[in-house]
């Protein structure tokens, strides 16, 4: 009786992780449905450039996660890590595996602030930054959780991985505190716009007769949009430039437009910012 409820036990802890790695299985292809339908969705809109760019950084990403999920498969197969050789080879693996996430990542950045400075709206691209920042979100943690196993599989290797593990957190922060040091706000706004949004107001002037408009000290960064400084070359306004109330010296940029709306050529991204990250446009009523 006893064998019959040990052998009972078995199959059903048997079962039960065979509908858990179904069920994994089963997420997997349906986010992969997901990704999918949504490259198919921008294929369609291929011939305009900016989108065959998009395409260009996802596939890179997509190969270089293939290239992730290769190697990582090659560290778990030499996990016991005995010797001097399998030890490099993890350790190699691992530096591998870093510098592809490290790219997939600055990719992605590039992509979400290239969306951003554009000003266009397309839901099928980020729907695909989604998706992108999702996979690679699980993929750091797949990573982590890989490192530990095999760092606890083998005291040999602890050391290194928390080498390794430090020298990725600096790599990090140097590239966070960049971005951080490249990150600029504008924002763009009609008078009354601006002025209801707390971004800007009134100064000078007797009984509201020749004053002038001002950022406001405690603006309101809400209303402002961030992206990369070196992203924007051509900032569309969709109206007619009445007045730039920021500092920006006059060498670095143009206004080009028709009768109806005008954009803001950076020609110089450096000099632009040198004197302010933030870039407060007040546009004519149309």
Not at 37 to 42: E, F, G, M, Q, R
Request: hydrophobic share 40%; glycine share 4%; aromatic share 6%.
């Amino acid at each position: 009786m006893k064998k019959y409820l040990v052998i009972a036990l078995v199959f059903s802890s048997l079962m039960a992780c065979k509908n858990k790695e179904a069920e994994l299985q089963q997420q997997a292809q349906l986010k992969s449905v997901k990704v999918h339908d949504s490259l198919l969705a921008l294929k369609s809109q291929e011939q305009d450039s900016s989108i065959t760019a998009y395409i260009k950084s996802f596939n890179e990403i997509q190969d270089n996660l293939d290239s992730i999920k290769i190697r990582a498969k090659i560290m778990s197969m030499n996990g016991n890590g005995e010797g001097r050789d399998k030890k490099s080879m993890i350790i190699a693996d691992m530096r591998f595996i870093g510098d592809l996430m490290m790219k997939n990542k600055e990719e992605l950045d590039a992509m979400k602030k290239k969306l951003g400075a554009s000003g266009v709206k397309n839901a099928e691209l980020e729907k695909m930054i989604a998706h992108l920042t999702e996979e690679l979100t699980e993929k750091d943690a797949d990573i982590s959780a890989l490192q530990s196993k095999l760092a606890e599989a083998n005291a040999n290797l602890k050391s290194e991985m928390k080498k390794f593990s430090d020298s990725m957190e600096v790599i990090n922060h140097q590239h966070q505190v960049i971005a951080e040091q490249n990150t600029i706000y504008y924002a763009i706004g009609t008078k009354k716009e601006l002025i209801n949004k707390g971004v800007i107001m009134k100064k000078g002037g007797v009984l509201g007769v020749g004053a002038t408009e001002s950022l406001k000290s405690n603006t309101n960064t809400s209303y402002f949009t961030s992206a990369d400084m070196y992203s924007i070359h051509t900032l569309p306004l969709y109206s007619k430039v009445d007045k730039i109330i920021t500092n920006h010296p006059s060498g670095s940029y143009t206004i080009k437009g028709d009768k109806k709306v005008d954009s803001l050529i950076i020609t110089n991204q450096k000099l632009f910012w040198s004197e302010s990250k933030l870039l407060v446009i007040e546009v004519k009523q149309k």
